[in-house]
């Protein structure tokens, strides 16, 4: 994608990532946090995430305005999963649409495969989040399973799509 880049996350792009995130907090579904977090705690998930060798990656422009994150974390703490990642990966709104999800999961799967790790699980939201299995879907991913009710945001009970690829 002309224009766009993507790098591994530096301290300076904490604000950005906590502002894109704090936008799907405050207005959706696609995230079940109902509190908003700071730059502190995306500093820790930050140094928790490198410390598992886990790719954490953003994309920008050449201008350097922050168009969105992708990021790993250990699916559990049980070592026996320690090949396996939750993957998230978000949008700052005016991004939406325009490709640059698609060029960023992109990257951040070769990331994965890089870093040695084989099963990526995706778990999205089953309201509002018809465009991150579309973009999952496309990258390669599978339905591998659906759990109701497990959420609620918004006064809404919700539950959430399970969707795997194996690198």
């Given at each position: 994608m002309s224009g766009v880049r993507v790098r591994p996350v530096t301290?300076?792009?904490?604000?950005?990532?906590?502002d894109i995130y704090n936008h799907y907090v405050r207005t959706s579904t696609v995230t079940y946090d109902e509190v908003e977090s700071t730059v502190a705690d995306w500093d820790a998930k930050r140094r928790r995430i490198a410390d598992a060798g886990i790719p954490f990656l953003v994309a920008h422009t050449e201008a350097g305005e922050l168009l969105g994150y992708a990021l790993g974390q250990p699916w559990s703490a049980k070592s026996a999963y320690r090949f396996t990642i939750e993957n998230s990966i978000y949008l700052a709104p005016d991004a939406v649409g325009r490709g640059v999800g698609g060029m960023l999961l992109g990257v951040f799967l070769d990331a994965c495969r890089d870093a040695g790790l084989r099963q990526i699980?995706?778990?999205?939201?089953?309201?509002?989040?018809d465009a991150s299995i579309a973009l999952h879907r496309r990258a390669g991913f599978h339905d591998a399973g659906h759990l109701t009710e497990v959420g609620e945001k918004f006064g809404q009970r919700m539950g959430v799509h399970l969707m795997q690829k194996s690198l």
């Open positions: 301290d300076a792009d904490l604000p950005a990532i906590r699980i995706a778990v999205i939201a089953d309201h509002g989040a």
